[in-house]
Antibody
Framework: QVHLVQSGPEVKHPGASVWVSCQTS????????IHWVRQAPGQGLEWLGW????????HHALKLQDRVTISADTSLSAAYLELTSLTSDDTATYYC????????????????WGQGNLVTVSS | SYEVTQTPSVSVAPGQTATITCGGH??????VHWYQQRPGQAPLLVVH???DRPSGIPERFSGSNSGNTATLTISRVEAGDEADYYC???????????FGGGTKLTVL
């Protein structure tokens, strides 16, 4: 069974950085891209970026280009999101998701999701 | 960048059919994917590539896509279908995933 398990909730001060992890199991980690998506309270879904764990190549949303880093540890089958220079606008639940489309030569979609973890930015 | 729009809310009585739309310029030329998100839960993929259902998703969920509108149809709606539904496409020009704003389905 495919599982994506994320780290716990975080509370950060403005200007700080946050590191979120996504531990995967049940499939070959290097075969599937991992995406990061966030959702502010009461709002919709916002795509943040992806990583190809096999190559380490990443691609980020233009809006967050300078503040976001996505990485992966193939030995641990885990992906990570780091977001720097936090503001209250970054308060959201952050999700990782497995890309089930690209491996089939199709367009990307997220067939399995982590449970999400809430990052709160507050002074 | 490519944008998709969704009606904010849809209401339907149990047993009836719910129709949720996702609009975008020539969206019929793109593959559209749909997610269900119940309160407090992570999104769940219910339809991918316009009309394909993942394993475990009931046949009551179906999708179509043509012209400027993609549609998620839920037949014989149940109380458990009450959730937010999001469409998603891939903006190939900038290699970004794009989500619609979501539609809240209320079962009366």
């Amino acid at each position: 069974q495919v599982h994506l398990v994320q780290s716990g909730p975080e509370v950060k001060h403005p200007g700080a950085s946050v590191w979120v992890s996504c531990q995967t199991s049940g499939y070959t980690f290097t075969d599937y891209y991992i995406h990061w998506v966030r959702q502010a309270p009461g709002q919709g879904l916002e795509w943040l970026g992806w990583i190809n764990p096999k190559t380490g190549r990443t691609h980020h949303a233009l809006k967050l280009q300078d503040r976001v880093t996505i990485s992966a540890d193939t030995s641990l089958s885990a992906a990570y999101l780091e977001l720097t220079s936090l503001t209250s606008d970054d308060t959201a639940t952050y999700y990782c998701g497995r890309d089930g489309g690209r491996i089939l030569g199709m367009t990307p979609y997220l067939d399995f999701w982590g449970q999400g973890n809430l990052v709160t930015v507050s002074s | 960048s490519y944008e998709v729009t969704q009606t904010p809310s849809v209401s339907v009585a149990p047993g009836q059919t719910a129709t949720i739309t996702c609009g975008g310029h020539n969206i019929g030329g793109k593959s559209v994917h749909w997610y269900q998100q119940r309160p407090g839960q992570a999104p769940l993929l219910v339809v991918h590539d316009d009309s394909d259902r993942p394993s475990g998703i009931p046949e009551r969920f179906s999708g179509s896509n043509s012209g400027n509108t993609a549609t998620l149809t839920i037949s014989r709606v149940e109380a458990g279908d009450e959730a937010d539904y999001y469409c998603q496409v891939w903006d190939t020009d900038i290699d970004h995933l794009v989500f619609g704003g979501g539609t809240k389905l209320t079962v009366l």
